[in-house]
C-alpha cells in the first residue's frame, strides 16, 4: 500500500512526464541552458507588513525530474516558465526522482 508521500511523489512525476507538464527552460548559474518540462504549484500566502497591514504573495513551487539536469540545481539558477523568469531561492528533493524549487519572479 502506498504512503501519502510515495503517492505524491508519482502524482508529481507523472505530471512532470505528461504532455500537460509545462515546457520550460532551465539556466544554471554556470551557464547553458536546458529544455525541462515541469509541473508548478502556486499558492498564495497572507502575511502582515511591518505596518501590520495585510498582504498577499505567492509561492511558486517547481518539480522537475533529476534526470532532467545535467547537475544538482542551486540557489541562483533561473527557469523560465510561460515566459516569466524566475531564481530559484531554495532547492530540496521530492522523493528519490524529483527536485522540489521554490521560485522567486523576476521583476
Do not use: C, K, W
Not at 517547481?62 to 530559484?88: E, K, N, Y
Request: no cysteine.
Amino acid at each position: 500500500m502506498l504512503g501519502a508521500a510515495d503517492l505524491e511523489n508519482r502524482m508529481v512525476l507523472a505530471a512532470m512526464a505528461s504532455p500537460l507538464g509545462q515546457p520550460a527552460t532551465y539556466a544554471p548559474l554556470a551557464g547553458g541552458s536546458t529544455a525541462v518540462r515541469v509541473a508548478l504549484n502556486r499558492r498564495a500566502i497572507e502575511t502582515l507588513t511591518e505596518a501590520g497591514t495585510p498582504a498577499r504573495t505567492e509561492e511558486i513551487e517547481a518539480f522537475i525530474s533529476t534526470s532532467a539536469l545535467a547537475s544538482a540545481p542551486v540557489r541562483g539558477d533561473a527557469i523560465t516558465v510561460d515566459g516569466a523568469t524566475h531564481t530559484v531561492i531554495d532547492v530540496g528533493r521530492d522523493g528519490q526522482r524529483a527536485y522540489r524549487l521554490v521560485l522567486q519572479r523576476r521583476a
